[in-house]
């Protein structure tokens, strides 16, 4: 959406607010003993329990900017709070929304959807972008911090990170020490390597139109496999 409103929260959070409110939904359905309680104590005595959908966003907030629990003040969250729902609710994060958020493209329709932002761009075959990402470690031990500190100039874990151009995160390498170079990391990337090896992406047809030198036509010619765009840091596989 293109209200001001959608874009501050996207800006502050990370996740469009559709996205934030289906994660809240699920994160009802899981509450139990052995993730966190349930926020709606009904005519129980004592004192209100703070909402779920503000512990998580909590949650956003900390990763996004990576700023201290103590910031959770601010909306009435104590830090402690916001620490141990923080533990419990990354792991199950990981487990049952980010398969589901972050994978690659399974079905030559949604191959399609994606190739035509770019194609609209003029990489016609095009289906991804990607590079490395590094996030800053500033309290790195001393001991690996030669091994992490690469051309930043300070200590970084590196990941090599594939998107769409509507930036959709579609697959995420291992974290890896910052000194570690692009051409390393993307060996890696399960996308990267499924367009080499899965039969979805390297025997996809497309047409490519070109202008014949010799008369100046426009001409067209079937290509076979997409490809992604990158900076120069990377091998030229075929």
């Not at 003029?122 to 001393?142: E, M, N, Q």
């Not at 995420?172 to 051409?183: C, I, L």
């Not at 202008?211 to 001409?219: E, F, Y």
Request: hydrophobic share 35%; aromatic share 12%; proline share 9%.
């Amino acid at each position: 959406p293109e209200d001001p409103l959608y874009k501050e929260f996207r800006k502050k959070f990370r996740v469009p607010i559709d996205l934030f409110h289906t994660i809240v939904a699920r994160a009802r359905l899981a509450a139990g003993p052995d993730t966190w309680p349930d926020d709606t104590r009904g005519s129980k005595p004592g004192p209100k329990p703070v909402p779920l959908s503000l512990k998580i966003l909590c949650v956003l907030r900390v990763l996004a900017l990576g700023v201290p629990f103590d910031t959770c003040r601010e909306w009435g969250v104590a830090p402690n709070t916001a620490n141990s729902f923080f533990n419990v609710f990354v792991p199950w994060f990981v487990e049952h929304i980010y398969p589901e958020e972050v994978r690659i493209p399974r079905t030559v329709e949604e191959m399609v959807k994606h190739m035509e932002v770019f194609s609209k761009c003029g990489f016609v075959g095009c289906i991804l972008s990607h590079d490395g990402v590094h996030l800053a470690w500033d309290r790195a031990p001393v001991l690996t911090y030669h091994d992490h500190r690469g051309k930043e100039g300070y200590p970084t874990v590196a990941y090599n990170v594939c998107v769409s151009h509507a930036l959709e995160i579609f697959s995420v390498t291992q974290g890896f020490p910052g000194s570690t170079n692009d051409k390393t990391m993307v060996r890696y990337d399960p996308f990267i390597n499924a367009l080499v090896d899965n039969p979805l992406f390297k025997d996809f047809e497309y047409d490519l139109r070109y202008r014949c030198p010799k008369t100046n036509n426009l001409l067209t010619r079937k290509e076979k496999g997409v490809y992604a765009i990158n900076d120069g840091g990377y091998h030229r596989w075929p």
